[in-house]
């Protein structure tokens, strides 16, 4: 309803607005060092440290990078591991020697000489239990059943892929983007709005402790041979991050003037960023003809 | 010449020596002396000796008195009348007591005389005594003097003073009935004229006059009675274009707005851009900064009590009027002449109407696809008078903001498919609104005792639906979902108040009540009729919560001395909710000292309670805010207000000043934890994503205010510093609170040129608002892999800095109106042509961060609303 709202207030906003550039300038409270990390089961960590930088300034995402910074990773308060630097597909990150594991607690520290040292510290969620992907070709629904453990809160992020099999292995091509049933995410916005994403992140506050069915609808036509999914348990970290992040993105994209600037959750000590833990499932089906 | 040498002769000889009697010519001028003075000088120019009790007779009391050569009983009567001392001569003596009378109490409503509308406030003064009061809510007024009088007066701006001539002796009722000063321009009933500020111990109270609503500037054609309370001082709207209303920086929630005694929860349309009342049916508005009466509780910052007409006694009126964005019309009359009358009236906006085919397209909603967007607001009164001691007053008011959507695409209709191959239909509806209905009886139990026994009921809703049906064209996919989601408050309240007069050193009022709040705080019910259903329940949050609160009041207007009056009360609140009990004790206190020059010395301290929460974010207000009641964790909030004061009225009453200093603590104030986001719904446990500090507001007030003649207006300054402390916001430390303004000023004026024409002019200044801005960029993270098999393109996040620590621009803004209002044959027809912002000013509504590629920078970018808007408003009364 308030993102109803929301769009209403901008458009109305938007048919009588005009702007100019404030005479304020934007404040910088100095470099601090950046961290950030996705902790993934059965994967290497991959973190990312790199400094902040001023508001006013452009850089294409070109964050500066701190190749010089010493990286530790505990594991449950042991040190886990060496951590070294890599170079890939363009972008430099600190990679584990070992893979994160299930149920472990984990810390990052990064120091740099200059700057503040910083550490963050999360939590492997569980794997969630989700089977029976199921989608037709020609049609817009794509379907799978989830089943929610009991007792604890729990948190989601999900992923469809469009895929095929490349040497006789099944692998995500292309991110599709959805919408969900809005009895998950209590947004009948989405259903006004034709609103789509590719990346939803839910609490399973309206099914906690049940086996649900999922029903999303795709924005486009499903025309493919394969479907991947990709529901990954999140921390309750990852998922506050996640959500405030995209707020704030949203906001920027929308002109939002109606709610106070989104605060991005951050867990990391004396600097910027997050460190959360993250547990996937894949799931996939071929698409029935 | 032998006359003259005789005169010269006596005069030179002391008068004593020839003695005296009641007919000796005596002269005195004093001015404030007392009257211990007086005798002095008549024992020692005429050799009049007084006797008398120093512990009986108070001779202390200062009198002003300018009798040349006057008879000595003249010159005694009006030194010892007025102090109720009596004389009687002895011997060569004279002897003064205590002059006993038996009081009487005149009592009765004051009402106009063409209309039999009440007035509330009018005067009612009997000038021999100095002695007067002002008439009730219900226009009702008890006045007891202490001594016989044969007339009294009774005054109200708009109206022609009237003297009533009244028996010799014992109570009486006495109905004043007051002349309109110009019968062909329309009854004002509206513009009433308060007692003069220093015989008020009240402070830090605004009597609105409905008439200055009407005929200052408008916005979009349509008067607003908030909005002109927005424009006095201690009282901020916030960011231009916000709907918002602080009063001494409190939060709008704490705002308690009463329609004829009935809260009413959201009093806005449009996002807060109009207020749900139509001034066409206003004749009263109050609004208390502080210092609240004993009655008032429930909310912290302020009372805004919004009085509805009566409806006229004795005949049909009608009025219609068209704006540039609404129409309305409202209808009074008598349903029995002089017992029963009726008021109606009716608002709704047009724009949607004439968009509709254009929304249609931009939205793509379809061929069969239906787009409305409208307000609208309904009022209806009956007042009934029974018998001289009993009246009823039925009234009633329903109010929406609503959207309506309906979108529908056939994909067998070659001109309007849907983007897929698919059908689809979807509507969707949105709306809010506020439902109120109030039953009072007035009952006059003896003169001296007037009471009021109400019930009302008040709603405030929120809901949405949606209906969305998908059939695949190509494979077997069927769709149909169905969802519902309601937020609301009912407050139900039973209450009786008294208006008790024992005597003329003393008004007041008691009274107990009990409400009981229904919250509903946001339930969604959800239907899946596909053919694979997902979830298996299909409610979610669907529960209410009930609190009881139950109030006992008591005050007392209280003269202490000639020049010392104390207000004296205490308001009892309980609130019961979910097995838990919160009492409050709130004391009321005002104390009024008359200086010199007629200025009054005005102290106040008040606290006030509010058990219920409004859960909203720390920007703006939307109509979606939830209100819950106060829990184990989030307890009621709480202020403490102290005000110091001067304050004087002109004895023309042509001029009034008050300046006010204030002082404000709140505590158990709330807001949203940082990374939380808005809700949709307060289940049981929304009070872990709240945060709780508390607040502070001071500063300092100054209005002076024109009431009369053909040139009207005020100009008013604020100075004022608020500010909230969270634990876990700022590391704790204070920060301004977003209506944080340190200096406004407003200033209005209303020119009457001729018959016909009004000119008037509102120019409002502020300095900047508190905005908070990023203090840095960095990297942000999408996914854990740089090998996943679509890897985001990365994000930046602006990392916010330190709370409200940047002011925004100084905004300032010129309103104009002008009216031509012509009366033919009873029919009055009136244009209005406004000018919001006249000199276009561009003041900021909000700040966004923006790039600028030429210059490769990002900066900071402020956003403006509200250009200049001219608006028309014409509307024909009969």
């Known amino acids: ?289 | 010449m032998s006359k003259l040498l005789l005169g010269m002769l006596l005069s030179c000889v002391p008068l004593q020596v020839l003695g005296w009697d009641w007919h000796t010519r005596v002269t005195l001028v004093l001015k404030e002396e007392s009257l211990l003075t007086a005798c002095r000088l008549l024992e020692k120019n005429y050799g009049i000796h007084f006797s008398f009790s120093r512990d009986l007779v108070d001779l202390s009391r200062k009198v002003t008195i300018n009798a040349r050569n006057k008879p000595l009983k003249k010159v005694l009567e009006l030194l010892f009348e007025p102090n109720d001392i009596a004389y009687t001569r002895i011997g060569n003596q004279v002897v003064l007591t205590v002059k006993i009378t038996p009081a009487r109490t005149i009592s009765g409503y004051a009402e106009d005389a063409h209309t039999g509308e009440k007035l509330i406030g009018a005067t009612i003064y009997c000038p021999g005594q100095q002695a007067g009061t002002v008439t009730n809510q219900y226009g009702f007024y008890s006045l007891t003097l202490k001594k016989d009088t044969s007339s009294l007066l009774a005054s109200y701006v708009g109206y022609t003073p009237q003297r009533y001539p009244l028996p010799a002796t014992g109570n009486r009722q006495l109905t004043v009935a007051l002349q309109p000063l110009n019968s062909l321009q329309e009854v004002v009933v509206t513009e009433n004229m308060q007692p003069h500020l220093q015989e008020q111990t009240q402070m830090s109270k605004i009597n609105l006059a409905v008439t200055e609503v009407k005929s200052v500037p408008k916005l979009l054609g349509e008067p607003d009675v908030l909005r002109t309370l927005q424009s006095l001082p201690g009282v901020s709207g916030g960011a231009e274009g916000s709907g918002g209303m602080s009063v001494r920086g409190g939060s709008p929630d704490q705002n308690l707005v009463l329609l004829d005694g009935t809260p009413v929860f959201n009093s806005s349309h449009v996002f807060g851009i109009f207020s749900v009342f139509n001034p066409d049916i206003v004749k009263n508005a109050d609004l208390y900064k502080g210092a609240f009466p004993a009655r008032y509780g429930g909310r912290l910052s302020s009372v805004i009590d919004i009085s509805m007409k009566d409806g006229d006694m004795k005949e049909y009126h009608g009025e219609v009027s068209i704006s540039t964005i609404a129409a309305k019309f409202m209808v009074e009359g008598p349903l029995w002449k002089d017992r029963t009358s009726f008021i109606l009236s009716g608002r709704r906006s047009y724009i949607d109407l004439l968009l509709q085919d254009a929304m249609n397209k931009t939205l793509g909603l379809g061929k069969k696809g239906d787009f409305y967007a409208y307000f609208y607001d309904a009022n209806v009164r009956i007042n009934h008078i029974f018998s001289p001691k009993d009246r009823l007053y039925l009234s009633a008011y329903g109010g929406e903001d609503a959207l309506s959507i309906k979108e529908e695409h056939d994909n067998s209709d070659g001109d309007d498919p849907s983007p897929g191959p698919y059908n689809q239909k979807n509507g969707f509806r949105l709306g809010w609104g506020n439902l109120t209905g109030t039953l009072r009886w007035n009952h006059v139990f003896s003169p001296r005792l007037f009471s009021n026994v109400t019930f009302n009921y008040s709603q405030y809703y929120f809901l949405t639906n949606y209906h969305y049906e998908y059939d695949g064209i190509t494979v077997p996919e069927h769709s149909e979902l169905y969802g519902r989601y309601i937020s609301r408050i009912q407050n139900g309240v039973g209450k009786i108040d008294f208006d008790y007069r024992p005597n003329p050193n003393h008004a007041v009022k008691f009274g107990i009540g009990s409400t009981t709040h229904i919250f509903k705080p946001g339930s969604f019910f959800f239907e899946d009729n596909s053919a694979t259903p997902s979830l298996p329940d299909t409610t979610y949050n669907n529960f209410n919560t009930v609190g009881v609160e139950m109030i006992m009041y008591g005050e007392d207007d209280w003269q202490l001395a000639p020049n010392l009056h104390l207000n004296a009360g205490l308001h009892t609140a309980g609130f019961l909710v979910e097995k838990r009990f919160y009492l409050s004790l709130q004391p009321r206190l005002g104390l009024r000292y008359l200086l010199p020059q007629h200025w009054a010395l005005k102290a106040a301290y008040t606290h006030m309670n509010q058990p219920i929460h409004l859960l909203t974010n720390n920007g703006t207000n939307l109509p979606t805010d939830l209100w819950v009641p106060s829990t184990q964790k989030v307890r009621p909030m709480l202020s403490r207000q102290w005000a110091l004061g001067i304050a004087k009225t002109t004895e023309d009453h042509q001029y009034e000043f008050s300046m006010e200093a204030y002082f404000k603590s709140m505590n158990n104030v709330i807001e949203y934890t940082e990374e939380a986001s808005m809700f949709n719904s307060a289940g049981k446990k929304w009070d872990d994503q709240v945060i709780i500090g508390s607040g502070r507001s001071y500063g300092g007030e100054l209005l002076l205010e024109k009431k009369l003649g053909n040139t009207k207006g005020w100009l008013g300054y604020t100075l004022a510093w608020t500010d909230r402390q969270f634990p876990d916001v700022n590391n704790g430390q204070r920060f301004p609170f977003k209506y944080d303004v340190r200096h406004n000023i407003e200033l209005t004026f209303m020119q009457r040129l001729g018959k016909h024409w009004e000119l008037s002019g509102s120019w409002q200044f502020a300095t900047g608002m508190p905005v908070t801005l990023p203090v840095a960029s960095y990297e942000g993270i999408q996914d854990p892999s740089p090998y996943d098999p679509v890897a985001g393109p990365g994000q930046r996040v602006d990392e916010l800095g330190p709370r409200n620590a940047v002011r925004t621009a100084n905004t300032h803004r010129l309103d104009l109106s002008v009216t031509f209002t012509t009366t033919k044959k009873k029919r009055t027809r009136t244009w209005n042509l406004s000018l919001y912002n006249a000199y276009n000013q561009k003041n900021p509504f909000f700040y966004q961060i923006a790039v600028d590629y030429n210059k490769q920078e990002r900066y900071l970018q402020q956003v403006t609303i509200l250009p200049i808007l001219p608006s028309i408003t014409y509307s024909i009364k009969l």
């Not at chain 1, 964050?63 to 010089?68: K, M, N, R, S, Y």
């Open chain 1, 1 to 289: 309803m308030r993102v109803v709202l929301l769009c209403i207030i901008g458009l109305l906003i938007a048919g009588t607005a005009c702007n100019k550039k404030a005479d304020i300038d934007l404040p910088y409270e100095g470099d601090r060092i950046v961290l950030n990390t996705f902790i993934q089961v059965d994967s290497p960590v991959y973190i990312r440290v790199t400094k902040s930088q001023p508001v006013a300034v452009i850089n294409d995402l070109n964050f500066q990078e701190l190749p010089q910074a010493q990286v530790t990773i505990l594991e449950d308060g042991a040190p886990y591991g060496t951590v070294n630097w890599q170079q890939i597909i363009g972008k430099g990150y600190f990679v584990s020697s070992l893979p994160a594991r299930p149920g472990k607690h984990y810390t990052v520290t990064a120091a740099m000489t200059g700057l503040s040292s910083v550490r963050g510290t999360d939590s492997i969620p569980m794997q969630p239990a989700v089977q029976d992907l199921f989608a037709q070709k020609g049609g817009n629904q794509v379907r799978f059943t989830l089943q929610d453990p009991p007792g604890i809160t729990n948190y989601y992020r999900i992923h469809l892929y469009e895929a095929d099999t490349t040497g006789g292995e099944l692998k995500a091509k292309k991110r599709i983007v959805y919408r969900l049933d809005p009895s998950f995410s209590n947004n009948f916005a989405d259903i006004v709005s034709d609103a789509f994403y590719e990346d939803i992140v839910i609490k399973d506050e309206r099914f906690a402790g049940q086996t649900v069915q999922f029903v999303l609808q795709t924005s486009n036509t499903i025309d493919y041979r394969f479907m991947m999914a990709q529901v990954i348990g999140i921390s309750e970290s990852a998922y506050k991050y996640l959500q405030t992040a995209a707020r704030q993105q949203s906001d920027a994209d929308e002109s939002n003037a109606l709610t106070p600037p989104v605060k991005v959750y951050s867990n990391i000590e004396n600097g910027y960023g997050i460190v959360a833990g993250m547990y996937a499932k894949w799931i996939s089906c071929k698409v029935k003809e």
